[in-house]
């Protein structure tokens, strides 16, 4: 197996089809979304525009509050799998701290990156370029990626489980000498927004305890509380070149393809634009984030500069019996004469269970059926390793 398919598969999974129908609470809210907002959609894209459902920071740490109805709205199986948290303190300056980072780790000379590659990890910690690829089938140069554990430089010394599995039991490298202010800023943004996960975890589990009988410790809140492998990633998006503007934007998947995000919860910061080295409004309004819904309706998804939001994974959804659900997502590129020599930076963490986690799946499952259904209890690091055997049917 390929390095860009273990990439591709842990934190950008382009292989699972859209559109089941889980077990629903209601579809109401997002018919409503879909008709208020679709009137002020932009000239610029096709898609109706939509906001995320938010929280403020002051609601989410109040435990005593029931935020069922704004979880089963953002979350839900009518929502759109993402809500974002407002007015997160810190939050704002430990962004751009970090993305402002992003250009500059981009364009450290060759030989200094490729010390921070990790092929062992097939890319999966470090610096990694040009490893994935594009729903084309061309090598994704259109960006770079770092990626570390922002909790633990090193979860584990077993030898045999960092062979076994390499992207969540490998080392952090950090560019020690070449940008030492990196590792700081992006453990301390990683950290906060695992943070907030957290309580937004808590959240969730209450919602879906309404309706599904579960143990505390099988909560969403504790399976990360346990985890040692979440991974960060820093990505950067190379600026466009005025010779490609024109013709890069048919897609709207046209910076990152269409994917579900296959593990438990996923924490973005909204990109940061820069023309060299400084900070611009983004340069078009098609560009962003879309959303499949799963009336297989696609919508802009939009969310605050200073909002954390978050998206549903793969593996809550199956875990949750479908109470909280992941969408099928990609980004689109900006266009145009506008778009030239502009980057963009940005920040996502992957929360996920413990590679050791024993997962109590249902018994019906919508998703990945014949993986589950027939194996009794799976670890996700086991889980993990069926699912990529599924799909490439080769093992490293
Ligand atoms: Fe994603």
């Known amino acids: 197996m390929s390095s860009h398919l273990s990439s591709s598969l842990l934190y950008k999974n382009h292989l699972v089809p859209a559109g089941f129908h889980s077990p629903s609470p209601s579809n109401r809210h997002f018919s409503r979304q879909i008709t208020c907002l679709e009137m002020s959609c932009s000239s610029q894209t096709p898609f109706p525009t939509l906001k995320t459902v938010t929280i403020s920071y002051t609601e989410l740490k109040n435990k005593r509050a029931d935020l069922s109805l704004k979880i089963e709205e953002g979350f839900g199986p009518s929502g759109l799998g993402i809500l974002s948290i407002t007015d997160v303190p810190g939050f704002p300056s430990l962004r751009r701290n970090l993305l402002r980072l992003s250009p500059r780790l981009a364009s450290l000379p060759e030989e200094v990156k490729k010390e921070l590659e990790d092929p ?6 470090g610096w990694s370029h040009g490893k994935e690829k594009l729903e084309s089938g061309k090598p994704d ?9 922002p909790i633990l430089d090193r ?5 045999s489980l960092i062979q076994r599995y390499p992207s969540y039991c490998g080392s952090n490298i950090w560019p020690d000498s070449a940008l030492p202010e990196l590792e700081v800023a992006f453990k301390a943004l990683g950290k906060l927004i695992f943070d907030v996960g957290l309580i937004l975890a808590y959240h969730c589990d209450r919602y879906v305890s309404k309706g599904v009988n579960m143990h505390e410790d099988e909560g969403l809140e504790k399976i990360l509380l346990r985890s040692r492998c979440h991974k960060g990633r820093l990505l950067y998006y190379f600026p466009a070149q005025e010779s490609n503007c024109t013709q890069d934007g048919d897609s709207i998947s046209s910076w ?4 579900t995000d ?3 919860l996923t924490g973005l910061t909204c990109g940061m634009f820069m023309k060299d080295g400084v900070e611009l409004p983004c340069p078009g309004s098609a560009a962003g984030l879309y959303i499949k819904t799963r009336t297989d309706q696609i919508v802009k998804a939009v ?9 549903i994974g793969e593996t809550t959804e199956i875990l949750s019996r479908g109470y909280l659900c992941a969408t099928p997502h990609c980004v689109q590129a900006p266009k145009g004469q506008k778009a030239s020599g502009i980057d963009r930076s940005t920040f996502a963490l992957f929360m996920q269970p413990d590679w050791d986690e024993s997962l109590n799946f249902p018994e019906e499952v919508h998703i990945h059926k014949e993986l589950i259904s027939s194996s009794g209890a799976l670890t996700f690091g086991e889980y993990t390793e069926k699912l990529l055997d ?6 490293t």
């Open 303 to 311: 969310f605050g500069e200073d909002d954390i939001a978050y998206q």
């Open 155 to 159: 979860p584990t010394t077993e030898a």
């Open 262 to 264: 296959h593990a438990s």
């Open 141 to 149: 140069l259109l960006k770079g990626s770092f990626y570390a554990n």
């Open 120 to 125: 062992h990890s097939r890319y999966n910690f």
């Open 256 to 259: 990152c393809g269409w994917h």
């Open 390 to 395: 599924k799909y490439y049917h080769s093992k």
